[in-house]
């Protein structure tokens, strides 16, 4: 199934890319079919979340029945040890939890057990600051767990994306990998070449889900600053007293060609098989960062053997500049946007498949 249509997608494709974008194209798509993954990759980014709350059912049902390739989430681990789908460090983001449990509002993830988190409203945030996108049906949804994640992606016989799972800060979570191997066995998600694949920006998380799934497709995310690649500045956000974060991070670099290729390398190290580097949008915004997909970088990256799934970007200009600089997939808050960019048949708009789908 993941594999569907894969050169006529590649040719669809490279169709509209400018030239300077077809170095690479025959390195990826070689690259990502030895490992059954598609190629050029569209992956939902927390599900269909420009369109519906991210990480809740109608945003991974939309992303689904849009057909976007992988699903993709956070990972971490409730206090009971269930695992999750959760983004930020915290929920005060994207939940009611400042009203429910206003003694522990900072608290982390893992400081609450699944009933704790379920009692949550994960759904009114995206109606309040997305008044023009808001449904009465967002309202109450629910924190899932990664089995129900997995249900989501198993429950129409005819669209059945895969999961493209990040170990979320890791080391809040000890043994989170082996937990994950368990999940995924238990359920014959590690069955099929490209299903899933395992990603982190933290190298020790990465190496522990290659000893535990040394058959499993593995992406290093790459970050300029803490915890990434030294940068050329030097300096944090924080140092450097701008105000516009997009601003700061679209200056970055990292410090080196070699430190840049140091990162690949470590990549390598840990077993995988592609890099997720971050991007500069275009419009900037709270999901944009460095531009780590600049065309020599990809070509280093390719010419290393490992393929390039960059995040997150959603609008025509990026997709344009990301894929004629040579990535292999994208993740992206829009599939529907992604998909109709490569001519991929939808079989209805978003505001339908929601209406259809109940929300
Ligand atoms: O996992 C790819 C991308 O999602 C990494 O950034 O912060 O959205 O998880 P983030
Ligand atoms: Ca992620």
Redesign the pocket.
Known sequence: MLMRGKSVRRWCCLAVLPLAGLVDAGQGSELAARQGIPYPAV?A??GASFDAPESTAPAYVLARELGADYL?L?LQRTRDGVLVAV?DDDLQRTSDVAQRFPERRNSPVSAFTLAELKSLDAGSWFNQAYPERARERFNGQQILTLDEVMDIAQGNSQRRPGL?I?T?VPSLFPGIEADLKATLQARGWLDKPGRVVL?S?DRNSLALLHQHMPQVPKVL?LWVGKGGMASASGQTFVESGETDKAAFYARQQPSSKAEFERWLDYAKAAGAIGT?P?AARTAGGA?SYADLVQPWMNRMTHDKGLLV?V??VDETVDFDKVLAAGVDGI?TNRSGQLLRYFSRSLPLGEAQILDANGY
């Open positions: 992956i980014h927390r993709e956070d983004h493209y990040e979320k990603q920006f995310l997720g971050s999901q799934h995040y997150t993740f």
